[in-house]
């Protein structure tokens, strides 16, 4: 996996910061904006929320299993792409 040099290194607590920024300042009401589609995913989530079910008990039951049995297998590739892509989308949030 080659690693993406273009991603400038930030503080946790500047990003942190910045989140809360970002969540300030879309959650202020703006003329003529007033209509909000959430993503099926998120309206997904919300739902769950909505019915407590916050996590898959079952799913987590099959990860511990597999720990404990030592088939547990993380691709660090994967990981490690999933943390990159969520450092791209902080800092194009940071740049709007």
Known sequence: MKIDNT????????????ATKFSQRTAEPTPGNDQ?????????????????????AGRVEEIKQAISEGRFVVNPEKVADGLLETVRDLLRSNQG
């Open 36 to 56: 909000v589609q959430l993503s099926a995913q998120l309206q997904d989530i919300e739902k769950k929320l909505a019915q407590g079910e916050v996590f898959d």
């Open 7 to 18: 991603i400038m290194p930030t503080h946790v607590g500047e990003a942190a910061a910045s």
